[in-house]
Structure formats: structure tokens, C-alpha cells
Antibody, heavy 117, light 110 residues
């Protein structure tokens, strides 16, 4: 079964850092383009980041996270990561990882990040 | 980051047809086409269509998508109670080198 499970979310103070993980199973991460998408409570979906694992590892970021977040992947662990830094309350959201096989075809359940003092 | 424009809400009667719209520009919807996602409360999004009118395996034929220049549309026929959800469009923006999402449309089935 194709599945992705996010972890690493939690409560963090403004200015802090956090690393999210997305463990993939049922498929080989390195064969796909992978994404992080977030959703603030009661709000819509917001694009966070992309890594083209299957094509040179190019990375892309949404304007709101550029320079603060870093996407990466470990093919040996079949796991996607999102290193988040300089966090602000506006980063509070449910963070989803998503696989791209003709758009976002598989999603994880998400991990909640709360930035608050 | 410029997003795609969707109406916040649409209400239709059971068994009727709903058409949801998504307006972008020539760098996103007009270029690569749009994908449509359905999200029920408390669940992750689910892909309904991609590149305008390609349905993933298992998606009902009641869902069909199209595009006219910079506007994408999702048509849902024979509305059912389970179609009540939030619907998002998304497209790759070649000028931003990033995906963009619409704000979402809440579909209510009366």
C-alpha cells in the first residue's frame, strides 16, 4: 500500500526551528517529485516546497518560506524532510507531504506545527 | 505569492450539477492546466483530476474538468451528500517556479 506518514510537528517558540519527516512506504521516493503543503487552522492549502528527487534534486520554495525552510530527502531511508527555521506564528499549520505523479496524487495525514510563546 | 481565484462558496441542490471555477493566468492555468483536489473536514486532500481533465483511477465520472484559456472548471454532476466538501485548484506557475493554489470553494449540497 502506498502510504506517507509525517512526524516531527509540535509546539515551538517564535524564532525556533523544527524538522519534519515524511516516511514513505509502498513506493520508492527517489522515483518521484515530492512536496510539502501546509494548511493553517480553518484556512486553505498553501504551497511550501518541492524537491525533484527523480530529476537532479532541484528544489523550489513558496515566497513565505524561502530562505527559512529547506527541503531534502534521504533515499536510503525513503524519507522526505523539511527543516524549518526562524519560525513565526504565521507558520502555524498542519503540514502535509504529497507525492507528485501527475499533480498531488498521494497525501499523508499531516503533522501539526504550532508556533507560540 | 499570487494564487488562483476561486469563489468562496457554492450551493446546489441534491442531484443537480455544480460547476466550480478557478482563474489564474498564462503562467499557470493557461500554461500547464490545473489540478483539482477535494478535501473533507479533518482529512487530507484527494486528487480528482490533473492537467485539466485526467482522472486518477477510482475517481467517479461524475467529476469532470476543463479549461478555457486561464480559467479552469470542475463540473460535478448528480450531486450527492458526500460531495459536500472543500475543493481546491492548483497549478504549476512557470514564472514563480512554484505551485500555486486557489483559496478553495466550499460546496454545500442542499
Amino acid at each position: 500500500e502506498v502510504q506517507m506518514v509525517e512526524s516531527g510537528g509540535g509546539l515551538v517558540q517564535p524564532g525556533g526551528s523544527l524538522r519534519l519527516s515524511c516516511a514513505a512506504s509502498g513506493f520508492t521516493l527517489s522515483s518521484y517529485v515530492m512536496h510539502w503543503v501546509r494548511q493553517a487552522p480553518g484556512k486553505g492549502l498553501e504551497y511550501v516546497s518541492t524537491i525533484r528527487i527523480n530529476a537532479g534534486g532541484d528544489t523550489y520554495y513558496g515566497n513565505s518560506v524561502k530562505g527559512r525552510f529547506t527541503i531534502s530527502a534521504d533515499s536510503s531511508k525513503n524519507t522526505l524532510y523539511l527543516q524549518m527555521g526562524s519560525l513565526t506564528p504565521e507558520d502555524t499549520a498542519l503540514y502535509f507531504c504529497a507525492r507528485e505523479d501527475n499533480a498531488f496524487d498521494v497525501w499523508g495525514q499531516g503533522t501539526m506545527v504550532t508556533v507560540s510563546s | 505569492q499570487a494564487g488562483l481565484t476561486q469563489p468562496p462558496s457554492v450551493s446546489k441542490d441534491l442531484r443537480q450539477t455544480a460547476t466550480l471555477t478557478c482563474t489564474g493566468n498564462s503562467n499557470n492555468v493557461g500554461d500547464q492546466g490545473a489540478a483539482w483536489l477535494q478535501q473533507h473536514q479533518g482529512h487530507p486532500p484527494k486528487l480528482l483530476s490533473y492537467r485539466n481533465n485526467n482522472r486518477p483511477s477510482g475517481i467517479s465520472e461524475r467529476f469532470s474538468a476543463s479549461r478555457s484559456r486561464n480559467t479552469a472548471s470542475l463540473t460535478i454532476t448528480g450531486l450527492q451528500p458526500e460531495d459536500e466538501a472543500d475543493y481546491y485548484c492548483s497549478a504549476w506557475d512557470s514564472s514563480l517556479s512554484a505551485w500555486v493554489f486557489g483559496g478553495g470553494t466550499k460546496l454545500t449540497v442542499l
